[in-house]
């Protein structure tokens, strides 16, 4: 599997729910800044939470997938939606090499298949496949947008940290996007 990370960390995503819909879902004032910015907060946690817990994108976003060498890989998500480019370093230099979209081929399950004339490419010391990844926010499933409900919900209505982390309705709705690792 590919070291996986965020193309761009810095840029956050946007709420997969409505935020003014977030406000009525715990019942706060929708018109309050204050309100409005706590919901909308709780809203990316929430994304994040279960970007975390299932170990994949859910929410569609670019990434990098970094490997040592031309080999088949398996990008880190059940659900990539492009390859939009792979460049190679050799050994000694720093620069970025662009590999040609003829020596590669992949799978909306995150397979990523190199060729014989880029596996026989000298001196490859490093492999970045730039990939885009997660569900569109229009075509987030239904489950995952109420686990982010229930996770919002939950957060507000307790604000103190749990001394045991149970099993809750969240982790049934999203385990089975969690990505297994073998």
């Known amino acids: 599997m590919l070291t996986a990370r965020p193309k761009d960390p810095t840029k956050k995503h946007q709420p997969c729910i409505d935020v ?3 406000c009525d879902w715990i019942r706060v004032d929708r018109g309050n800044t204050a309100d409005y910015q706590t919901a909308e907060s709780l809203i990316l946690a929430a994304m994040a939470k279960i970007e975390t817990h299932c170990k994949q994108p859910i929410f569609s976003r ?3 997938g970094f490997s040592d060498g031309f080999c088949d890989s398996v990008l880190q998500s059940l659900n990539v939606t492009a390859v939009s480019a ?3 370093q050799t050994k ?3 620069t970025w090499t662009l590999l040609d979209e003829a020596d590669y081929d992949w799978r909306e399950t995150g397979e990523v298949y190199f060729f014989p004339l880029a596996q026989r490419l000298p001196n ?3 492999v970045r496949v730039t990939y885009t990844a997660g569900y569109a926010y229009e ?3 239904h ?3 109420q686990a982010v409900r229930l996770l919002i919900g939950r957060w507000f209505d307790n604000r103190a ?3 045991k982390d149970v099993p809750t309705q969240v982790d049934w709705l999203i385990g089975s996007y969690v990505l297994p690792i073998l």
């Open 143 to 145: 489950d995952i947008l």
């Open 62 to 64: 670019e990434y990098y």
């Open 161 to 163: 940290d749990e001394r």
């Open 86 to 88: 792979v460049h190679y």
């Open 139 to 141: 075509a987030v499933p």
């Open 20 to 22: 003014s819909v977030g």
């Open 124 to 126: 490859v010391s490093r």
């Open 92 to 94: 000694g230099d720093v």
